[in-house]
């Protein structure tokens, strides 16, 4: 993996938190903004957080995962009841 990589998913936002788009079964996209300092924890190789889901309109429920190295790089994510929606297809 290359160290400046960037995650088709997850992107920075600032030097202390990341936004995510999750897309839930019925086609809604709901986008979450993940604080370093208030909903990612620390782990014994990284970092991790777990953010469940319900979208406004439908409400869709969905569970995020996301594991991240101790340079908080992802290296695992997991939707269930949803997908994640790469980052270059964002609008607005």
């Given amino acids: 993996m290359w160290p400046f990589r ?3 998913h997850v992107k920075p936002e ?3 938190a990341f936004r995510v ?3 839930t079964k019925s086609g809604e996209v709901v986008e979450l ?3 370093k300092s208030m909903e ?3 782990t014994e190789g990284g970092y991790y957080v777990r953010k469940e889901i ?3 309109r439908s409400l869709d429920r969905a569970v995020l995962e ?3 190295d101790r340079g908080y790089r992802p290296v695992r994510k997991q939707v269930e009841g949803g ?3 790469p980052i270059r297809e964002w609008t607005g």
């Fill in 83 to 85: 997908e994640l929606v």
């Fill in 33 to 35: 903004r993940l604080s």
């Fill in 21 to 23: 788009r999750v897309r």
């Fill in 54 to 56: 319900v979208a406004p």
């Fill in 66 to 68: 996301i594991w991240f």
């Fill in 6 to 8: 960037k995650d088709p």
């Fill in 14 to 16: 600032g030097p202390m």
């Fill in 40 to 42: 990612i924890s620390p």
